[in-house]
């Protein structure tokens, strides 16, 4: 059980353009979901938090303009890079917590590589 | 500021020791604290979640423990496999279910 997936798993998208990740927790509701930036050899940093129905917190140094976040139902939320630029690249995976259960837990998604052009 | 940091960046073993990995943290007084292991181009799997209150928990080969005096955590992987080898990361976490996580341990288990 808690399995979280993440489509695409990796994008190739040319400079400009703009790319949008799903995250999906198959077998349980998650309130709150999360979204990390890694870069090679670093650990994770956090981008933004996500509830559902209401808008996303970014933190310090996030661009909310750049990165939308939508959490529209228990089960999905998504991640779109906008007018994505080379510096942009990185591997981007997400988290999602329980509703019921162990709600302090976070179960993460298999990651989505973005390679910008 | 709040800051993470763990004991190595690469820890090598012989298969069958017992691995241990640190974590330790200051300007920070977290509720809980969670192992995680990253296998490369992989998300993060879930291990261990140990509370303030709690001094040392278990699953299988795995022990966690958690000294808020020291501000530090200890991971235990006995009888270690090779199928161990991963980055083994740890993660604080306030009430606000926000996860920071540290920079990782990569573990190679030697056969």
């Known amino acids: 059980g808690a399995v979280v997936s993440q489509h695409p798993s990796w994008v190739i998208c040319k400079s400009g353009t703009s790319v949008k990740i799903e995250c999906r927790s198959l077998?349980?509701?998650?309130?709150?979901m999360f979204w990390y930036r890694q870069f090679p050899k670093q650990s994770l940093m956090l981008m933004a938090t996500s509830n559902e129905g209401s808008k996303a917190t970014y933190e310090q140094g996030v661009e909310k303009d750049k990165f939308l976040i939508n959490h529209a139902s228990l089960t999905l939320s998504t991640l779109t890079v906008t007018s994505a630029h080379p510096e942009d690249s990185s591997f981007y995976i997400c988290?999602?917590?329980?509703?019921?259960?162990?709600?302090?837990?976070?179960?993460f998604g298999p990651g989505t590589r973005l390679t910008v052009l | 500021s709040q800051k993470i940091e763990q004991n190595s960046e690469a820890l090598n073993i012989q298969e069958g020791k017992t691995a241990t990995l640190t974590c330790n943290y200051t300007n920070y007084s977290p509720a809980y604290l969670q192992w995680y292991r990253q296998d490369p181009g992989r998300g993060p799997v879930f291990l261990l979640l140990i509370r303030e209150n709690e001094k040392e928990k278990r699953k299988e080969r795995l022990k966690v423990t958690f000294d808020t005096t020291l501000k530090q955590s200890l991971f235990h992987i006995t009888a270690s496999q090779p199928a161990d080898s991963a980055t083994y990361l740890c993660?604080?976490?306030?009430?606000?279910?926000?996860?920071?996580f540290g920079s990782g341990t990569q573990l190679t288990v030697l056969p």
């Open positions: 993660a604080l976490s306030g009430s606000a279910r926000q996860l920071t």
């Open positions: 988290s999602a917590s329980p509703t019921q259960g162990y709600t302090d837990t976070q179960y």
């Open positions: 077998d349980f509701q998650a309130t709150t």
